[in-house]
């Protein structure tokens, strides 16, 4: 089975294709899924990833060895196995490797209702039942059938956001030729949408740039698009299509912040003073806005268990990362890109401005943007920042997730945190204008890089 450890990472199962995830593995996770979640029935969906559909044929057939039925959805995005797996009542699993590289594959896997599985919640039984070995089941296999469920995930999205009343938009639309071609032209039918598609064909080895619209060298065919035809908007889809990246007007890209912002002020429009969740490195300005719209904003630190658990502790309505994960309490608490990207389709139509003016008030901060550093020593370097800026007047230091140090009166804050899975340690800092911004960027930046 190789080395297990290496590829069940936090969130999901994760390796290189056929060395580290293999048909085997993927027939071993399928029993072994189904004995910890005790599922009568489970749904799949995949990528389009030229080992993807053989990963998941294999793991229905370890699934249905275990007695359980295997409702196959075929093509989607990772939202959209959420979405059959919220609306069946039953566990899912989903075969990608969302962005990264053609060599990898990936499963993501979740309980009845899009509860996610991590790594406390149940993929390290998976990962010791596959070593020791999945006992056989004794009764009778489970069967395999087919079925559509991309019509009824646009048509929920569409239940979700009131889109009746907007104005014509022109949309360009990069889907890096991922899951977001597949499934965007669906979600846009019957809308009042011209849309521009950019590499909607599917191809899992991302013939024209990688499908990760993080990275802003994977956004620049986009931008370009978005000036030449003089579109309204412009959406950028990852690979499974659960993230999405917004391109003003201007071919300006809008920080997720501002998107998370919009966003929460139209849920509070919705349900008023309920609870939204941000992660420590998102923009201030996110909590400053749903405070100012009547809601309670909530802390927390990143990464997508952290955000539904907090959401679901507080009843929250909607959580956003900076990283372009937006979460809807009315989508089972779990992320959806296509969801944000309906919300600010039905924003900018509803009134005549560009998105760049609507998105103005939103916009309220100078942001660094992350910047990794490789340092051998991660809690050496992070030592030193703490002891540069410990006891200076003003500043307050908390340890949520990495060392988070700000100074309300000076206006700026940084965070500075270790990769779980690389020596990085990885910086985000914010301030009212670029010189402020920049001086504390660099000098932290500056002490980092000497170790």
């Known amino acids: 089975m190789g ?27 399928g029993a072994a899924f189904v004995r910890v979640t005790g599922a009568d029935a489970i749904v799949t969906a995949h990528d389009m990833r030229e080992s993807s559909g053989p990963l998941a044929a294999a793991f229905a057939r370890g699934a249905t060895s275990q007695g359980a039925d295997v409702i196959e959805a075929g093509l989607g995005s990772t939202d959209m196995l959420y979405y059959a797996s919220g609306d069946l009542g039953i566990p899912g699993a989903m075969f990608t490797a969302s962005h990264n590289p053609a060599k990898y594959n990936g499963i993501k896997l979740c309980r009845a209702g899009a509860k996610p ?16 070995g999945v006992p056989a089941y004794e009764g009778e296999p489970g069967t395999v059938s087919q079925r559509d469920v991309l019509h009824g995930y646009a048509e929920h999205l569409k239940t ?56 802003p060298e994977n956004l ?22 659960d993230r999405c990246f917004v391109v003003d007007e201007r071919g300006e890209i809008v920080a997720p912040s501002a998107i998370t912002a919009l966003v929460a002020v139209r849920e509070l429009a919705k349900h008023p003073g309920a609870p939204i969740v941000h992660n420590l490195i998102t923009s201030k300005a996110v909590p400053e806005i749903v405070t100012e719209n009547g809601g309670s904003p909530v802390r927390t630190r990143v990464g997508h268990s952290f955000i539904k658990q907090t959401m679901a502790e507080s009843g929250a309505v909607f959580g956003g990362e900076h990283s372009a994960h937006f979460y809807f309490r009315d ?56 002891e540069a800026f410990e006891g200076r007047p003003g500043v307050t230091i908390d340890e949520l997730d990495g060392l988070t140090v700000g100074d309300e009166s000076a206006g700026w804050w940084f965070n500075l945190r270790p990769s779980n899975t690389e020596p990085l340690l990885r910086l ?19 002490i980092v890089r000497e170790k």
């Open 3 to 29: 080395d297990l450890a290496k590829i069940f990472k936090a969130y999901d199962i994760r390796g290189v294709v056929p060395d580290e995830l293999d048909p085997a593995v993927a027939e071993a996770a």
């Open 117 to 132: 599985v991590g790594r406390d919640t149940g993929l390290t039984e998976i990962r010791e039942m596959i070593e020791n």
């Open 160 to 215: 979700l956001v009131d889109l009746s009343s907007i104005r014509p938009l022109k949309v360009v639309a990069d889907a890096g030729n991922g899951m977001g071609g597949h499934t965007v032209p669906v979600v846009f039918e019957g809308l009042p949408i011209e849309l521009v598609p950019l590499y909607f064909e599917l191809d899992g080895t991302f013939p024209n740039h990688e499908a990760n619209p993080i990275e």
């Open 220 to 241: 620049r065919d986009l931008q370009a698009k978005v000036r030449e035809t003089g579109a309204d908007i412009g959406l950028a889809f990852d690979g499974d299509a």
């Open 331 to 386: 989508f089972w608490f779990a992320d959806s890109g296509m969801l944000a990207a309906l919300h600010v389709l039905a924003a900018l139509g509803e009134q005549d401005g560009p998105l760049s003016a609507l998105l103005g008030e939103y916009t309220r901060y100078v942001a660094s943007g992350e910047i990794n550093s490789e340092v051998a020593d991660q809690d050496a370097a992070a030592g030193e920042v703490r």
């Open 428 to 446: 985000n800092a914010e301030a009212g204008d670029e010189a402020t911004m920049a001086a504390i960027r660099d000098e932290v930046l500056a």
